[in-house]
């Protein structure tokens, strides 16, 4: 089985709203990642958990703030996003982060459409 | 530095070869990747390979790889209006890192 779930299919917020994007894997994978992805365009890394902790941070503005509360669930939390935030977001999850005889293969969820009025 | 790059479109007709192809910067690249996007969707892992091989075959799918060139393909036999979607070639060269090609865009006419 090499399911990542993500919940909610589509999210619509307004410029105040609060909201999270859930993600879930039962692989027993200790990697997982946030993506955001535009339109005809490749996915953006913005996160990297590695056994529960943040790894990777791409500079992302703070008005999204991810939790892993778990290895097996990803949070991103959205607060105060604005139009331009608008995007498919992706999880995906990996074995591992290191570089190691496939370890790395990550496996993508099937994305939240969000879309910030 | 690391780069990925892919032409945007490819077109054929249904019933025949589809060949994608992608060039990358990086040689310590250990592992290269195919994924397959179609609309609305998220990103499907269609295959990998690893960078000692020079091919890879999976059903209707033969991956060519050719370290020297830093050039790796993507063949689809037989392709099928179901394999309209868009290809990212992918590697992996720091940890938890993948860099992205562009993407091609296949589109299958009956």
């Known amino acids: 089985d090499t399911e990542v779930t993500q919940t909610p299919k589509h999210l619509v917020m307004g410029m105040t709203n609060k909201k999270s994007l859930k993600c879930e894997q039962h692989?027993?994978?200790?990697?997982m990642y946030w993506y955001k992805q535009k339109a005809k365009k490749p996915p953006e890394l913005m996160f990297v958990?590695?056994?529960?902790?943040?790894?990777i941070n791409e500079s992302v503005p703070s008005r999204f703030s991810p939790e892993c509360p778990n290895s097996s669930l990803l949070n991103l939390h959205l607060h105060a996003l604005q139009p331009e935030d608008s995007a498919l977001y992706l999880c995906a999850s990996s074995q591992d982060m290191g570089l190691a005889g496939g370890q790395e293969t990550q496996y993508f969820g099937p994305g939240t459409r969000l879309l910030v009025l | 530095g690391e780069d990925v790059e892919q032409s945007l479109f490819l077109s054929v007709r249904e019933g025949d070869s589809s060949v994608i192809n992608c060039t990358y910067t990086?040689?310590?690249?250990?592992?290269l990747y195919w994924y397959k996007q179609e609309p609305g969707a998220g990103l499907q892992l269609l295959t990998y390979?690893?960078?000692?091989?020079d091919m890879k075959q999976d059903q209707r799918l033969t991956v060519l790889l050719n370290k020297k060139d830093k050039h790796l393909s993507l063949r689809i036999a037989d392709t099928q209006t179901g394999d309209s979607a868009i290809y990212f070639c992918a590697e992996n060269t720091n940890a938890g890192k993948s860099t992205f090609g562009d993407g091609t865009t296949l589109t299958v006419k009956p």
């Open positions: 692989m027993g994978h200790r990697a």
């Open positions: 990086d040689s310590s690249s250990t592992y």
């Open positions: 958990y590695s056994y529960e902790k943040l790894s």
């Open positions: 390979i690893f960078s000692n091989m």
